[in-house]
């Protein structure tokens, strides 16, 4: 199968124009892509190391150091002892930052729901139906 045929050659300019779309979608509270890649993280994994979260998303040490300080200052984060290393900091999400989460996730869902209505039925049926297999092409990622 030529390049420009290949599943994955279909596929990623759609991923790339959606993704691009909901980066640069402004929630109600404006937070930078990378600030919400955090939060999403932390509230998913639990409190990770700063180290383990610059490594994490492919963020330099000096950057995720300030960004996590920003977020710390807005109340959206907490740093707390490492109970494995004394000398160690773990980051957590803090309620306030949960709820961004929330807020930021319904908003880009009231979006997405509102393109739907623009499709015609038979494409956002068909959207819907590949849904369980777009999960597990996600879901394989974490394998790779």
């Given amino acids: ?84 290393d004394g000398r160690g900091v773990l980051v957590a999400t803090t309620a306030a930052g949960r709820e961004l989460v929330e807020r930021t996730n319904a908003h880009y869902v009231a979006t997405l729901d509102a393109l739907f209505e623009e499709l015609d039925p038979g494409d956002s049926d068909a959207i819907v139906r590949a849904l369980p297999a777009l999960t597990r092409l996600a879901e394989a990622t974490r394998r790779t």
């Fill in 1 to 84: 199968m030529p390049a420009g045929d290949s599943r994955g050659s279909q596929l990623l300019p759609v991923l790339g124009q959606l993704v691009r779309f909901l980066r640069q979608l402004e929630g109600p509270d404006n937070p930078s892509p990378v600030a919400l890649s955090v939060l999403r993280r932390l509230g998913r994994d639990g409190a990770t190391r700063l180290t383990d979260l610059a490594r994490l998303e492919r963020a330099s040490q000096p950057g995720m150091t300030q960004l996590v300080g920003r977020m710390e200052k807005g109340g959206l984060v907490k740093r707390l002892p490492d109970p494995s």
